[in-house]
T-cell receptor, first 115, second 113 residues
Framework: ETGVTQTPRHLVMGMTNKKSLKCEQH?????MYWYKQSAKKPLELMFV???????ENNSVPSRFSPECPNSSHLFLHLHTLQPEDSALYLC??????????????FGPGTRLTVL | SQQGEEDPQALSIQEGENATMNCSYK?????LQWYRQNSGRGLVHLIL?????REKHSGRLRVTLDTSKKSSSLLITASRAADTASYFC?????????????FGAGTRLAVHP
C-alpha cells in the first residue's frame, strides 16, 4: 500500500447525478493531486493543491469541482458529467519543499463510468 | 501538451529476458521518473534520475538519461512474469512551488512464463 486511499473504487453514475470522489493520504504530505487516466491517453493532470491552496487548474470543465479541506484530504465533486468523462481518476500526494525532486505517491484510483 | 513519449507502445518477452523501454521528451527538465502501473491500479514510483545524472541503478532496474538527446531508457534485467505491467516515464520541472510531472502514454510490458 502506498499510504494513499481512494473511495469509492468503482462508481457508476448518470449524467444528471451528483457524486464525490474522496482521497486521503496518511503520509504527512503537503501537496495533493487529481489526475485523469483515459484509455490509450497519457495521464492528465487536473488539479494541484499545495499547502491546501489550489495552485493549478489545467483547464478542467467546471462540472469537476475540487475541494481540499486539509492537507490529508482531497475531494473531487462531480455533477452533470458526460459519457466521455468515464475514466480512472487517480489521486496522488507528495512532500513539497525546498527539494527540486519529489516522487508522487498514488492511490488505487476510482473507476468512473458515466451512463 | 504531451511531454514524454514512450517507445515501444507494447513489448512482449519471455521470462529471463531483458526489457528495454525508451522515453523521449521535448522541453527542459530537472528530473525524470519512471512509474509502474498494474492493470487498473494506481502508479508506483520506481526510480528518479536527476538532470545532472546519466545512469542510475535500483535492483534489476537501470535507467539512463541523455539530456542532449532528450531521452531516457529503462532496462529491466532478468524479467519475471510479475513484471507484467504498464511503465510510464514522467518528466519533472519545478512549477508554481511544486514538482510538476508530465506523463507519457506508457509501454505495456507482457512477460510470459
Amino acid at each position: 500500500e502506498t499510504g494513499v486511499t481512494q473511495t469509492p473504487r468503482h462508481l457508476v453514475m448518470g449524467m444528471t447525478n451528483k457524486k464525490s470522489l474522496k482521497c486521503e493520504q496518511h503520509l504527512g504530505h503537503n501537496a495533493m493531486y487529481w489526475y485523469k487516466q483515459s484509455a490509450k491517453k497519457p495521464l492528465e493532470l487536473m488539479f494541484v493543491y499545495s499547502l491546501e491552496e489550489r495552485v493549478e487548474n489545467n483547464s478542467v470543465p467546471s462540472r469537476f469541482s475540487p475541494e481540499c479541506p486539509n492537507s490529508s484530504h482531497l475531494f473531487l465533486h462531480l455533477h452533470t458529467l458526460q459519457p466521455e468523462d468515464s475514466a480512472l481518476y487517480l489521486c496522488a500526494s507528495s512532500q513539497e519543499g525546498l527539494a527540486l525532486y519529489n516522487e508522487q505517491f498514488f492511490g488505487p484510483g476510482t473507476r468512473l463510468t458515466v451512463l | 501538451s504531451q511531454q514524454g513519449e514512450e517507445d515501444p507502445q507494447a513489448l512482449s518477452i519471455q521470462e529471463g529476458e531483458n526489457a528495454t523501454m525508451n522515453c523521449s521528451y521535448k522541453t527542459s527538465i530537472n528530473n525524470l521518473q519512471w512509474y509502474r502501473q498494474n492493470s487498473g491500479r494506481g502508479l508506483v514510483h520506481l526510480i528518479l534520475i536527476r538532470s545532472n545524472e546519466r545512469e542510475k541503478h535500483s535492483g534489476r532496474l537501470r535507467v539512463t538519461l541523455d539530456t542532449s538527446k532528450k531521452s531516457s531508457s529503462l532496462l529491466i534485467t532478468a524479467s519475471r512474469a510479475a513484471d507484467t505491467a504498464s511503465y510510464f516515464c514522467a518528466t519533472g520541472l519545478r512549477s508554481g512551488g511544486y514538482n510538476k510531472l508530465i506523463f507519457g502514454a506508457g509501454t505495456r510490458l507482457a512477460v510470459h512464463p
